[in-house]
RNA sequence: GCCGGGGUAGCUCAGUCGGUUAGAGCGUUGCUUUCAUAAGGCAAAAGUCGAGGGUUCGAGUCCCUCCCCCGGUACCA
């Protein structure tokens, strides 16, 4: 049997278009997925859409539509965004799917035979303005910190979870896995946050109709984060045989705003109902614009479709994985991305694919990568995996990427020093040989490459298959 | 306020247990090759390592003070 992995991405809330944020979730998380595959792993990775709560109902009736068409209508942007990156999910769940409620009424069920979800009151200092609750502490003046204005004091019934109870569990585990949430520096301001006591969840919403009825009071709607969360049990058919093979999680991917609901609000709920905990939750950081926050107000995101459509799918895939840490925040700068795909993409890897080519295709040098014997770059090919692979391992996709880039420059250096087009008309064996060591090594970058860049990976395998130049694989801008 | 991270070449960053002239990539400049996408190769210029003080034979690297930037500070997707 086949070893299992389970890659999941946070699913969107589809209120608004997708923005170059969404995508980058996804490529990292694809990223993660071929390189599993390719290790022989059976990967089970799914993406999808969080459709419930009062901001969808809010955005529908700002277009001018009808609630169920919106939502399918903007779904289906994310389902589109991730086809147009060419990302290989294999499933993609939505909240709204019939398969989805089911299962978060069995979880729900669990949780409540518990003895973990009580009714209780939540008071809390209400801005109308943000649609949040304040702490008496985070007030300025009396006053919502951003509008300035008076809050009004909200006291209702609502139905609890009892989210203090994992406390010292959860607390624990992240002392003891010192992995499980990565990066390091979003463990520490969980653990931080962990040093006071952990406050019970309200999770249910009187307000909210467009979400999942309470099956013990259908005069509330669950909370749309429980909803949302339990998307990574519905992917895998919990409490099935998938969901056998599947849980727990390998990895969570998500976004650094989200640590605190996956770490410790899914955690908690996981304990509740007797499963284990995903392995790891990966946060990564958010793009900012020419060096400016993304925001509504500046009107600044950069479309993720646009962008593919001029530079391509690869250029886009491999500019936010080299130029970025995977953890950190990075800049979106275009002109910082023309540079990269002049130099790294054109000159660099293009470049070299298209001399090997032209040269072996013009005295049909056929690649011979059995051959173990020296091979003059067969050290600087395996020093170039040790780095790689160590670098996947670390999920540090932009080092993932140097060395093969550093593998790249290699052979630049080795047809300087090997001037093959001479060998050719003196040497023919030595030509053939010198050939042969730098299709290999191409063959080999081309197979690296493959999580990161598919189509064009898949290109460099077929020319050296065929021993044929193809056509620019990335035409100077 | 409190907690955490950071301030190193024009830009993005790396600098392990403190140790000889501070590194890489991109960009810039010069030389050079022709197999190649006018790409490649070689070389050079470029930094008072945020500021000040201290420990030490020796500090970007440790300690103190200060300045600046960013993140977190629970029911917002």
Request: with cysteine; aromatic share 10%.
């Amino acid at each position: 049997m086949k070893k299992k992995f389970f890659i999941s991405t946070a699913i969107d809330y589809p209120s608004y278009f997708p923005h170059l944020g969404h995508a980058l979730e996804k490529i990292q998380a694809d990223v993660l997925t071929r390189y599993k595959r390719s290790q022989g792993f059976e990967v089970h990775f799914s993406i999808g859409t969080d459709e419930h709560g009062l901001k969808m109902e809010k955005s529908a009736k700002k277009a001018n539509k009808d609630l169920k068409e919106f939502v399918d209508e903007m779904s289906d942007n994310f389902k589109n965004l991730s086809k147009v990156l060419n990302i290989s999910n294999n499933d993609f769940i939505r909240t709204t799917e019939k398969r989805h409620k089911n299962v978060v009424l069995k979880i729900f069920k669990k949780i409540y035979k518990n003895g973990d979800i009580y009714k209780g009151r939540y008071s809390g200092l209400y801005c109308v303005d943000c649609e949040s609750y304040y702490l008496q502490k985070d007030l300025v003046n009396n006053k919502c910190p951003i509008h300035k204005k008076g809050v009004e004091e909200i006291n209702e019934e609502t139905y609890f979870f009892r989210m203090s109870k994992y406390q010292k569990k959860i607390s624990e585990h992240i002392k003891k896995n010192k992995n499980f949430i990565t990066p390091q520096s979003r463990r520490n301001e969980i653990l931080n946050r962990l040093k006071d006591p952990l406050q019970d969840i309200s999770i249910s919403r009187k307000t909210v109709k467009w979400g999942i009825p309470l099956p013990i009071d259908n005069s509330f709607t669950l909370f749309v984060w429980i909803d949302a969360l339990i998307n990574y049990l519905t992917t895998i058919d919990y409490p099935n045989s998938r969901f056998q093979d599947f849980w727990p999680a390998d990895i969570h991917v998500i976004g650094k705003d989200i640590v605190w609901h996956h770490s410790i609000i899914w955690g908690s709920l996981l304990l509740s109902v007797g499963l284990s905990l995903p392995k790891k939750i990966f946060s990564h950081g958010f793009i900012t614009i020419e060096g400016e926050k993304m925001s509504k107000s500046l009107d600044n995101a950069v479309n993720p479709f646009e962008l593919v459509k001029k530079y391509g799918v690869d250029p886009v895939r491999y500019f936010l994985l080299r130029e970025f840490s995977s953890t950190e925040d990075g800049d979106f700068n275009i002109g910082r991305l023309e540079e990269r795909y002049n130099s790294d993409l054109a000159n660099g890897l293009g470049n070299l694919v298209s001399r090997v080519l032209t040269l072996s295709a013009k005295s049909a040098v056929i690649l011979n990568d059995s051959e173990e014997s020296d091979n003059g770059l067969s050290k600087e090919i395996k020093s170039t995996q040790e780095k790689y692979h160590q670098a996947m391992e670390e999920i540090k996709f932009n080092e993932a990427l140097e060395s093969v880039w550093q593998l790249i420059g290699v052979c630049d250096e080795y047809i300087e020093k090997n001037k093959p087009w001479e060998l050719a008309k003196n040497n023919p064996e030595k030509f053939n040989s010198i050939i042969n060591d730098l299709l290999v090594t191409i063959k080999e970058i081309a197979n690296l490459l493959e999580p990161f860049m598919p189509e064009t990976s898949e290109k460099i395998l077929k020319q050296i298959k065929e021993n044929k130049k193809g056509e620019t694989l990335f035409p100077r801008l």
